[in-house]
Structure formats: C-alpha cells, structure tokens
C-alpha cells in the first residue's frame, strides 16, 4: 500500500466521500478544500483523508473512508499516519476530527490513533443540516457530533 498526495479531479472520489457522509450538500460544501492522500493499493485508490486548515496552528481531517473491503487491514491507520505527518511538515500543533456519537466505531478508531474527546456538537445531524429524518447507525440515531483532537 502507498499513500500519496491526489492531484486529481476529486469528483471521481465522490464514492468515498459518501461512504463517509450521508450529505450531498454537506459533501459538495468542502469536496474540494484542503489537501487530499488516497492510500493507493495496485494501481487502486481504497481510501482517502481530506485535511483542512482549522484556524492558527491547527488543521482538521473533515472526512477520511476505506472501502469496506479493505477496512481492517490498517488502511486507515496509515492515512492517519500520514496526515499526522503533513501536519507536522507544515508546523501544525493540533489535529482536529469529528464523527457522530453515534459511530462507536470510528470513535473507537480514532481513539487509537491518539485523538482524545473534547468537545460534543448536539442536533449536529439532522433535515436542517442535509442528513434525512431517523437515520441510524449500528441501530443508534444519528444526531450528535463528537469533536477529538491531538496535540503534536
């Protein structure tokens, strides 16, 4: 597996950016902010991690997906790594990540990564903020954002 920096037109990962957002508005309002690393394995792009900046010193992974066939085999982890290594190229102090309270799972993962909660979002998911009414996750509603960060 590689992971390297995407130079190209990011509609063609649209894909990816819904397997980590249920929000087409919300999709098309930063598909094309910040920098984006695709992990590459022969010859096939099997996730990505957007970074954004986030204020003075400090920057934002605002989406990150691995195809579910590659989940698991620490594709995350490396696009992980690697924007973790960006940001401190660039002389950023602190990472910033969401997720909705609701995925234990990505909150799981991140935690590993070294993000610790800091802050909760409530009503973040809902009809007013593009996401349809009842959606679930792991038979949770979706409707609050967690906020994790990471001193480097």
Known sequence: MKVRQFEGDRAVLRP????ADDSEPAIDGY???GDVLVAVVAGRIV????????GTGSAELKSMAVLEDQRGGGVGRALVEAMLRVCRDRGVGRVLVA????????LRFYQRQGFRLFSVERDAF???TGYPAGLLVDGIPLRDRVWLDQEL
């Open 16 to 19: 990816l950016f819904r397997e």
């Open 31 to 33: 598909l094309d902010e």
């Open 47 to 54: 996730g990505y991690g957007q970074l954004v900046p986030a």
């Open 99 to 106: 997720t909705a309270a609701a995925d234990t799972g990505n």
């Open 126 to 128: 809902g009809p007013t």
